[in-house]
């Protein structure tokens, strides 16, 4: 495991979009919520907000993709600016809601710039999911579907 101590100064970038940093050390802990791609800049406070009672913050392990994956089951920050994310996770429910967002926003352009934007939905986004329904994972849901099958 290689530990890297944060210091001032130093950027992290996230590499996965939900996690929460604790922004002060007050017993209320506010925090805001990263998304993908978001670079912070660490401060003293910061790194002492998000460090345990043993000392360790979790931004020490941004070098090291082994204890991101024993720890979260994938590498989620890096230590400096890490480029080229988009803000979304490819083919995740994020991209879609980001590919209809950016759809709309082209069919409310004039007709002479609505091919051009639409050709940059169709470049930058993967083709929309044919799938026309999901299925919801959840206890009353398994339940049901498994009553329904015992009759």
């Known amino acids: 495991?290689?530990?890297r101590t944060p210091k001032a100064g130093d950027q992290i970038t996230f590499l996965r979009s939900g996690m929460t940093v604790a922004v002060d050390t007050s017993v209320m802990r506010a925090g805001i919520t990263t998304h993908r791609g978001m670079v912070l800049e660490l401060t003293?406070?910061?790194?002492e907000a998000n460090s345990d009672?043993?000392?360790f913050c979790y931004f020490s392990i941004a070098d090291d993709v082994q204890a991101q994956q024993e720890r979260?089951?994938?590498?989620?920050?890096?230590f400096g600016a890490v480029g080229g994310l988009t803000r979304w996770t490819p083919n995740s429910a994020d991209e879609t809601e980001a590919r209809a967002?950016?759809?709309e926003a082209a069919y409310q352009l004039p007709p002479?710039?609505?091919a051009a934007a639409l050709a940059a939905v169709r470049q930058n986004f993967r083709p929309p999911s044919t799938?026309?329904?999901r299925?919801?994972?959840?206890?009353d849901i398994r339940n049901q579907m498994a009553a329904r099958e015992a009759r």
């Open 112 to 114: 002479q710039e609505r």
């Open 53 to 55: 009672r043993h000392g």
């Open 72 to 78: 979260w089951n994938e590498q989620r920050i890096a």
């Open 101 to 103: 967002a950016a759809v």
């Open 1 to 3: 495991m290689t530990i």
């Open 135 to 139: 299925w919801l994972a959840g206890d």
């Open 44 to 47: 003293d406070k910061l790194i």
């Open 131 to 133: 799938q026309t329904s």
